[in-house]
């Protein structure tokens, strides 16, 4: 986002471009021409407006695959700039319509003053994801230690023969996860109520890894950014050498207000 306002390229309709629709800016946001969209240079972003609101869009065919990681990493690299300057309500990926008028009609207009309140709502704050991953060593040592069973059957597993062990293994390893399950909401809980009153809203992510210790979505305000930053460090210091923890952000409130209103056309 810089100081010049670039114009959608759509100077003509055509059968086979669509409209993509990254997401829900107010009217004075200015972008930088030249901004790559999820086809890269070929889809210059820009800004189509109606009243308080404007939508960043940018031309792409219809007939060339959208469901790619580049077009993804585009897609979430461009909202999370614009978030670290001006609220922004994302988009789903893969939002499509047929036009910028229709952007205008179907979208901007129906539901203006529901995106200019949320937007209003948003100013100053900025999701965070907590992300925590047991290291693997240490966890199975861990469980190892608080569960007699599995020691039993891990000494088991080590005096039989491969195919001889196979249930040992499959039982041992329910047993695992099973523990890891409860590390694991134990460990959440735990970070959770120490993030919460840094934040407007905290929203629990499903795990993306067996080995997922914490995985927490947070809106937090532009002012608590610093507290939010030194309680996560100080929960890395504690649990170094069993989690690896990380902070993530700012980016885009992804968790918290993803539309997926335009439906000409969605791309998987």
């Known amino acids: 986002m810089t100081s010049q306002t670039a114009k959608p390229r759509h100077t003509a309709a055509s059968t086979n471009q669509g409209c993509y629709v990254y997401g829900i800016v107010p009217a004075d946001v200015e972008v930088e021409p030249g901004t790559p969209?999820?086809?890269?240079?070929?889809?210059?972003?820009g800004l189509v407006t109606?009243?308080?609101?404007?939508?960043?869009?940018?031309?792409?065919?219809?007939?060339?695959?959208l469901g790619?990681?580049?077009?993804?990493?585009?897609?979430?690299?461009?909202?999370?700039e614009v978030a670290a300057e001006v609220p922004v309500l994302p988009m789903r990926f893969g939002a499509v319509m047929s036009s910028p008028q229709a952007v205008v009609q179907e979208l901007l207009t129906p539901y203006h003053e529901e995106f200019r309140t949320a937007l209003a709502e948003l100013e100053g704050h900025a999701e965070y994801v907590v992300k925590g991953r047991y290291v693997e060593r240490h966890l199975l040592e861990e469980v190892l230690e608080e569960n007699p069973e599995a020691r039993r059957l891990r000494e088991e597993i080590r005096e039989l023969p491969e195919d001889a062990g196979r249930e040992a293994r499959i039982e041992l390893g329910e047993l695992v996860n099973q523990a890891v399950a409860a590390k694991r909401d134990a460990d959440t809980r735990e970070i959770a109520e120490r993030l919460v009153?840094?934040?407007?809203?905290?929203?629990?992510?499903?795990?993306?890894?067996?080995?997922?210790?914490?995985?927490?979505a947070l809106l937090v305000a532009d002012d608590r950014r610093a507290d939010l930053e030194r309680t996560?460090?100080?929960?890395?210091?504690?649990?170094?050498?069993?989690?690896?923890?990380?902070?993530?952000?700012?980016?885009?409130?992804?968790?918290?207000?993803?539309?997926?209103?335009?439906?000409?056309?969605e791309w998987d």
């Open 232 to 265: 996560v460090d100080e929960f890395a210091r504690r649990y170094r050498g069993r989690v690896d923890l990380w902070l993530l952000g700012p980016m885009a409130p992804y968790d918290f207000v993803v539309s997926s209103k335009p439906g000409d056309e």
């Open 68 to 80: 790619t990681p580049d077009s993804l990493t585009a897609h979430q690299r461009l909202l999370d």
């Open 50 to 65: 109606h009243g308080e609101i404007g939508a960043l869009v940018s031309e792409v065919p219809l007939d060339r695959p």
């Open 197 to 216: 009153p840094l934040s407007v809203l905290v929203s629990p992510r499903e795990p993306s890894h067996e080995q997922d210790a914490v995985h927490l």
């Open 37 to 45: 969209g999820v086809h890269g240079p070929s889809s210059e972003v």
